[in-house]
């Protein structure tokens, strides 16, 4: 059965930081596009970053540019999303998501057909 399963979320303090993994199963993520969404409480899920299958290309919400970093390391199957500077806004249920065999670089939700069951990331003092 092909899964996705985050991990690494948790309570952390403002300005502080937090990696969030994506690993896979029973399917490599090497021929996947991968892409971070997250949903606060209330709120609409939103993308947050994304990456693609080969090149390593890479996109940001712009609420998140220049404090998180999407990476993968195709060896371990697993993505990254390191999130520096947080912010209370950012608190939100994270998940990632993946696409294979297609060229997709962007952050619509349709275009994913694995999902995560998330991870609770919470920014509080």
């Known amino acids: 059965q092909l899964q996705l399963v985050e991990s690494g979320g948790g309570l952390v303090q403002p300005g502080g930081s937090l990696r969030l993994s994506c690993a896979a199963s029973?399917?490599?993520?090497?021929?996947?596009?991968i892409a971070w969404f997250r949903q606060a409480p209330g709120k609409e899920r939103e993308g947050v970053s994304c990456?693609?299958?080969?090149?390593?290309?890479?996109a940001y919400a712009d609420s998140v540019k220049g404090r998180f970093t999407i990476s993968r390391d195709n060896a371990k199957n697993t993505v990254y999303l390191q999130m520096n500077s947080l912010k209370p806004e950012d608190t939100a249920v994270y998940y990632c998501?993946?696409?294979?065999?297609?060229?997709?670089?962007?952050?619509?939700?349709?275009?994913?057909?694995?999902w995560g069951q998330g991870t609770q990331v919470t920014v509080a003092s």
């Open positions: 029973a399917f490599t993520l090497d021929y996947s596009a």
């Open positions: 990456i693609s299958k080969s090149d390593g290309t890479t």
């Open positions: 998501a993946a696409v294979r065999y297609s060229g997709y670089v962007g952050m619509d939700e349709r275009m994913y057909d694995y």
